[in-house]
């Protein structure tokens, strides 16, 4: 069989295209590809090409398959798209990073004295409600890294090193942003009625959101492929993406406890992302599980919160 690799604007990256044997697999050619340009299988990104004119998504070939499956009929020959993704680092590493901001960040504001740093000379008194946000904080965060290295169960292995400096950027920006006002010298207390509130509800909402995680790591296989499945059972009869949903509503409830304006900023930007994630994700689904064809159908759901999305 007989690759012509060519680059999105048609150049060919592989002079004479690349001979493999006609029952070679797309990791076979992912082997041939590094051998010739030094870019490792992470960072190759191989697509068929589209018919001109079509709206269609370009097909990425699965490393795991025959070559032979995206050739139409005998062909013996097969024109592919190769895109280098720049250099990677695997997911665990960009989400251990994300997180270690916030974690190690906000217990800063709250123990050492830089209020000091911003003009404010007088004692600094630390209110139960200021501590307690703390530690719900941390828990939050180490949650979240115990979650990247023992629960998910990642499709993809890799992300773009850009990645890393966006993520973090975003994380640890928050993280400060809020660590500074909640644990301000000049901070003042909600009610304590509100404070249990607001932690209580939290506190059920994070438990659930891992729980929600336990839930989409057991729809896959530790040696699977990455596919996708119907997520069903607690939250999930009810709402395509629960996870996100108790992600929001621990905020939300961080928010009652502790009535910042940094946080619901926070809030209000990370229930957006979510969102336009979920409604990927919801359409995904119905998609892959059309009833068609003797494929399941995807079961009427919420998309992220039940009763408004
Ligand atoms: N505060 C914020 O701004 C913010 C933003 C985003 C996320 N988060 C938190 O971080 C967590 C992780 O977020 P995420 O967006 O990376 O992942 P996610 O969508 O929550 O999914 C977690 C894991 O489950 C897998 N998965 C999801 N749906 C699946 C399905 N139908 N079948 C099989 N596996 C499935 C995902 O696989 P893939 O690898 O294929 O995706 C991923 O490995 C969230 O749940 C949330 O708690 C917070």
């Not at 992600?247 to 930007?269: C, D, H, K, R």
Request: charged fraction near 20%; aromatic fraction near 18%; proline fraction near 6%.
């Amino acid at each position: 069989m007989k690759v012509t690799l060519v680059s999105r604007s048609g150049k060919e990256i592989v002079k004479g295209g690349i001979e493999l044997t006609d029952s070679a697999t797309v990791a076979d050619l992912q082997r041939e590809i590094q051998k010739r340009t030094k870019k490792s299988p992470d960072r190759q990104r191989l697509t068929l090409p589209v018919p001109s004119g079509s709206r269609e998504r370009p097909v990425v070939l699965n490393s795991k398959k025959s070559l032979k499956e995206y050739t139409d009929g005998n062909s013996r020959t097969l024109t592919i798209i190769f895109k280098d993704l720049g250099p990677q680092v695997s997911y665990r590493t960009l989400f251990f990073f994300e997180y270690l901001g916030p974690l190690v960040l906000y217990p800063v504001f709250y123990y050492f004295p830089v209020y000091q740093f911003f003009g404010y000379k007088g004692e600094r008194v630390i209110r139960p409600v200021q501590t307690y946000a703390m530690y719900y904080w941390c828990f939050h965060y180490a949650k979240r890294i115990f979650e990247t290295f023992f629960i998910h169960r990642f499709s993809h292995a890799t992300s773009p090193l850009s990645n890393v400096f966006r993520n973090c950027a975003y994380y640890w920006t928050f993280g400060s942003y809020i660590a500074y006002y909640v644990n301000h010298p000049l901070y003042t207390p909600v009610s304590d009625l509100q404070m249990k509130i607001g932690f209580g509800f939290g506190i059920v909402m994070q438990i659930s959101n891992l729980y929600c995680h336990i839930i989409l790591r057991n729809l896959r296989k530790p040696e699977g492929d990455g596919g996708y499945q119907i997520p069903r059972g607690f939250l999930f009869n009810i709402v395509t993406c629960a996870n996100y949903t108790t992600e929001i509503y621990q905020w939300l409830g961080f928010n009652i406890a502790t009535q910042t304006v940094a946080g619901y900023i926070f809030l209000l930007v990370a229930a957006f992302i979510m969102s336009n994630w979920a409604f990927a994700k919801h359409r995904r689904l119905k998609k892959l599980f059309d009833g068609k064809d003797g494929r399941p159908k995807y079961p009427r759901r919420w998309i992220i919160l039940p009763p408004f999305l």
